[in-house]
């Protein structure tokens, strides 16, 4: 279902058996309370973390199961993952969960790991949705349909996965890497599992693995949000505590990973466009006192740009890009880091280089600076993480799978207590070459075995732990219409920036912050595409003040997470940081946008990067055909500034890009005179409009802005193939466009239609027949792009699978269509619509992050709330009637374009 790439290539899986009893059971006994998330104990077994947070309309239901690939058996890799995607079929009092989810416009998913299981769902915060929720969780945990008849269907799915991953150098080295690392311990085995298991394992080992670990004593709810706790337990108790505890007992994993005795080398000669050389060195257990250190140490090596990685390999021209990370079990795991070179360059030399940089820091200590730069990151991201009671509730899971939720909160402490000599240690222990894998096997005189230290017991390391103090939890907001527009200061600066504020009380006193600029005209624009988006890539890489370095530094100890990006019209600014700090990081952004210094380093850098991410995406069925798809709906000439290059003319332009042109481009047009600001959340409003005042007021481009108009042009509808040989993995993709805006009197049948065709939780007509019925798709569905003053849209849909089966998906996409267009679509299928349609409307007005861009588009497009509340009454207003005409009105088959990336050497 989900993959996270910071637990790298995660799939997910799911199954347990039993029913439930009636009579009477234990009330739930409080175990602990750390920082505002309180721990009960049902008498079943099931463990209950609540974590009540008023400043959201919504709420998450989190279920996590102490399951995962480790536990799967000889012949059963990817067997968690594949029943995640079973559980997700249904069970007695849920017998179709995907139509469900869209009912109640859930935002759901279900992730498996190697030591871990979890489904979760966020929803809006109704009694309706909580009870729905909890009962659906507490019905699939024991009751799940694992059924012959949809391991048939879905094992082709998860084949298809498979498949996807094999599409990408990086995933298959890391496959195979991990393989190496692991002599014995099921680490060493893929999540997604064996083709050969997936496809041939049986339905009673499946019921079995389910009925064994999908239990409620080897389970974790966790539900956040916005509910009272007294409340919410009532509601788990009635859901859950019916659930009988089982008979069985699990019996604990004992194989351990002997030290390594030598370095390894793992070689991979598949197609691509770029060389990769990653290694990987045994640490221990997350959960070891010791782990805090390798956190700091990771993000000194291998973070971009003050890695000393980026600064020893990147910058010195040996490598495109580099990186670390960490995989933070509950056993010992790895750290790894990786780069990228480009195809022509000698990957020996970087190899060299870096395992100077790895296994030299005896020789080159790190410094207190190093130090305290990269905790000073890891506490901001915890902080600002830790604001969202959605993303806590999901965070959780990984630490319960490391033996305990509370493990969150004291590594967070053990970082902020981490020391240079802590740091030094851990470097000179680990990073030694008989702990590598990377590489070959050498005999050597003088073996060195890295014995990697274990963890005695979780409980006793966090029986007298206790936390800090929760943090503000914010006020109750109203996030309708009404609400949002009464509580919105909006007005327009002298330069005609126009500005819309919403302070409201938030949980950690968070606040978001959104800035969009509009640049130039289409005659002045004219050959600046390529320009423009480079100077957006490096505004942030230094200014006339601050290094690349410097400006991270700056902007970490502001606690703030930033992203700015530009193209040739636009420049973009979003800031996620706490009211105290919300000034200074207006004043740093400001001095960002106004004096990026475009430094040589940085540029001929940002040139190599770019090159490689374009050469490897040459053999990339899904990058070629979406490339594609963006460009038959951009039929403009060659030099207009909405013109959408190949792959091979943006490496030719790319190779002439210069970085005078780019200097002069800022100079010329970046300016607030026309743009939208948005802020939303915990902020002094007089304190923060004289901060606007003083750096966007007066700061006028030298070219004036003028929109630029897309009128409606019909796409090309010839069909397009591109071949990618040795790639296991197929991509279709068909659109049309359509000569209508969202103010169009047909805008909001299209949009309900195309949930219903393809934008639903899996129980869209797409995902049903493609993915459900067929088992042709992992992911398969579709889209509809709006636009909202040219009278111009676009629908497309898109489905993977294996190459062999294009022909099939292709044909049944246009059933599908086709049947629309017949017979339009059902009272109960639009109802079901509109539910989870308007519902997850709902959720983005609730979300600050969401919202504020939401104001800013209002801005510019002169429109308030009340428009956003107009729409979702026209939405539900809609008869099967008026959404079959519609359809049919605009869904000629004929006419769509049908573009396809594959092997076509394995098609059939």
Known sequence: MGLSFRKTLIASAIIAAGTLSQGIF???VKVTEVEGISEYRLDNGLRVLLFPDVTQETVTVNVTYQVGSKHENYGETGMAHLLEHLVFKGSPKHKDIPKELSEHGARPNGTTWTDRTNYFETFNATEKNIDWALSMEADRMVNSFIAQKDLDSEMTVVRNEFERGENSPFGVLLKRLLAASYSWHNYGKSTIGARSDIENVSIDRLKAFYKKYYQPDNATLIVAGKFKLKYMLNKVEDAFGPIPKPNRSLQPLYTKEPAQDGEKLVTIRRVGDVQLYATAYHVPAGSHEDFAALEVLSGILGETPRGRLHQEIVEQKLASRSFGFNFQWAEPGLMMFGMEVDQSADLQKTIEASHKVLENIAKNPVSKEEVERTKRKLIKNFELGFNSSESVALELSEWLGMGDWRLLFLNRDRIEKVTVEDVQRVAEKYLTRNNRTAGRFLPAENPERIEIPAVASVADMLKDYK????????EL???????????????????NLKVSLLPKKTRGESVEFYLSLNLGDEKSLVNKAQIGSAAGTLLMRGTSKYTREQLQDEFDKLKAGVSISGSASSVSARVKTKRQNLAKAIDLVAHVLKEANFDEKEFEQYKS???????QRLQNPQALVFREYSRRHRQVPEDHPYYVPTFDESIKRLDNLKL?????FHNEFYGSANGELAIVGDFDEQTIRKALKKHFANWEPKTGYTRIARDFKAVDSS???FNTPDKENAVFAATISLPVSDKHADSPALVLGNYMLGGGFLNSRLATKLRQEDGLSYSAGSFFNQGSIDERSALGIYAICAPQNLSKVEAGVKEVLQK?????FTAEEIASAKSGYLQQRKISRSKDNELAPILGSNAYLKRDMQWSEAFEEKINALTADDIHKVMKRYLEIDKFAILTGADFNKTE
């Open 26 to 28: 234990a009330k739930p």
């Open 467 to 474: 936390g800090r103090k929760a943090v503000s939890a914010g």
């Open 477 to 495: 907001f109203d996030a309708s219409p009404d609400n949002i527009d009464k509580r919105t200061n909006s007005y327009t600066l002298a330069n």
């Open 609 to 615: 990067t770019a090159k490689v991410d374009l050469e």
């Open 660 to 664: 005078n042109d780019i200097k002069a």
């Open 719 to 721: 069909p397009q193939q």
């Open 820 to 824: 629309v267009v017949d017979s339009g």
